[in-house]
């Protein structure tokens, strides 16, 4: 791997930051999805537009897999330098994203296309978000398709059911309303999500529908609940350094071929991925269970008082939650 410094300094002889218009790039890209995953295709293909609108200045190795850095440790690798481009899940870095994280609040969004327009809108509407991507340029936020509760051995449809249950959290938002729901949250990247199901380290777990099937979830689990709680946030960031030491326009590259089309375009993915994977966890017998207005009405008593402690914990902070969080409920039409 060749990192983008070793290339500036060897045209430039380190006498400056910023990129003559004919140089050339190396650049690595790192996630933790596995390379058979979707979004490892996405990755590819945006390299390979990127290249060719480049005229082959920029060139992007993909390295999936976390082979770079750890799921938890992917934006901090992209803020120091360490990697150039980096994916991963905000809430598997708890706190560092406070306003970002109204997104993964309880029933923001009916689907990931609508959950990564609203999320990519908010972060361009308040400029205090700027801070949480300090030492990076963000390309492109989005969600993905809603998160339902999937167990093992017990199907969950009612707040008594679930009384008791671990169950694997992707964020601490899901934890708080799992845990008022009588649960024992249980965080865990998604990497490790399959074999804790297996070996029954945990009961179930809230994922969106794409990861019964890009996860292979519907191997281990057998009942599905299905109340669109929640949806799982996600960055792409580039390192602010390395962005800076491209020309100008291969910024603006960049930049037009990330952005608001790529929040889009990957939340129009999961989407599909999530109506895939209902279709094939009712092949492979997975029960499902829809909860009804009356019974959601019934869970939000409990799931609810977490959206009040959101706000307060980031107004105590000093940011706009209230406002945030308004905003947000705003774009979602609600």
């Not at 979830?217 to 390395?242: H, Q, R, W």
Request: net charge negative; glycine share 8%; hydrophobic share 35%.
């Amino acid at each position: 791997m060749i990192g983008i410094g070793m290339v500036v300094l060897a045209a430039c002889g380190g006498e400056s930051s910023s990129s003559s218009e004919g140089e050339e790039h190396e650049l690595d890209f790192s996630h933790f999805f596995p390379p058979t995953h979707f979004m490892e295709e996405e990755i590819q293909t945006f390299a390979s537009d990127l290249e060719e609108a480049t005229d082959g200045r920029i060139k992007i190795t993909s390295y999936p897999g976390a082979a770079l850095a750890a799921p938890d440790e992917q934006f901090n690798a992209a803020a120091t330098g360490s990697v150039d481009f980096a994916l991963s899940v905000h809430g598997y870095t708890p706190g560092e994203f406070p306003l970002t994280s109204v997104m993964e609040l309880p029933f923001m969004a009916e689907t990931a296309v609508k959950g990564s327009k609203n999320l990519w809108q908010l972060m361009n509407e308040f400029d205090e978000f700027n801070d949480e991507y300090a030492g990076t340029v963000p390309l492109w936020l989005y969600t993905t398709d809603p998160g339902q509760l999937f167990t093992v051995d017990k199907q969950v449809k009612s707040i008594e059911d679930l009384k008791g249950m671990k169950i694997r959290s992707p964020s601490p938002e899901t934890s708080e309303w799992l845990e008022a729901l009588g649960a024992t949250p249980v965080s865990m990247p998604m990497n490790e999500n399959f074999e804790a199901l297996e070996r029954g380290v945990v009961d179930g777990t809230i994922a969106p529908w794409e990861a019964v099937k890009t996860w292979g979830l519907d191997e281990v689990i057998n009942y599905a609940t299905v109340g669109n709680f929640y949806s799982t946030t996600m960055f792409v960031v580039m390192n602010k350094d390395a962005f800076n030491s491209l020309s100008e326009e291969d910024q603006a590259t960049i930049q037009e071929l990330t952005g608001e089309k790529m929040a889009n375009k990957t939340g129009e993915v999961f989407d599909q991925f999530g109506n895939e994977a209902v279709e094939q966890a009712k092949e492979k017998g997975v029960e499902i269970y829809e909860l009804t207005e009356d019974e959601l009405a019934e869970w939000s008593e409990y799931i609810n008082p977490t959206i009040e402690n959101w706000i307060h914990n980031v107004e105590e902070k000093g940011l706009p939650g209230q406002e945030v969080y308004d905003r947000a409920v705003e774009l979602s039409g609600k």
